[in-house]
């Protein structure tokens, strides 16, 4: 079974930030798009960002729009989501997801990928 791996995520203060990092050591990322979504608790899981399979175009939830910035480096495999400005809201487990069809198509739903990770946990304290 292909398996994500994210890493990167942590407790961090209010204002603060932290960098995700998401790579696959069975999944070629550069034929996907790839997307980062959130779950916090007693909550459904919600889409953060998306980016192409060249890393040209991107997406963001307005709750996270200015703040998080999500690229890519295809020579590494791996996919990274820099959250800024951190807010207690922010509070999630994070999760790594690539589409589930080869090619360059975005998507912002959790149903159109099909491989994720297994998640990192980011708290924020106010």
């Known amino acids: 079974q292909v398996q994500l791996v994210e890493s990167g995520g942590g407790l961090v203060q209010a204002g603060g930030s932290l960098r995700l990092s998401c790579g696959s050591s069975?999944?070629?990322?550069?034929?996907?798009?790839m997307g980062w979504f959130r779950q916090a608790p007693g909550k459904e899981r919600e889409f953060v960002a998306a980016?192409?399979?060249?890393?040209?175009?991107?997406y963001y939830a307005d709750s996270v729009k200015g703040r998080f910035t999500v690229s890519r480096d295809n020579a590494k495999n791996t996919v990274y989501l820099q959250m800024n400005s951190l807010k207690s809201e922010d509070t999630a487990v994070y999760y790594c997801?690539?589409?589930?069809?080869?090619?360059?198509?975005?998507?912002?739903?959790?149903?159109?990928?099909?491989?994720w990770g297994q998640g990192t946990q980011v708290t924020v304290s106010s």
């Open positions: 997801a690539a589409n589930s069809r080869i090619g360059p198509q975005i998507a912002f739903m959790a149903p159109h990928y099909g491989y």
């Open positions: 069975e999944l070629t990322f550069s034929r996907y798009g």
């Open positions: 980016i192409s399979w060249t890393g040209s175009t991107t």
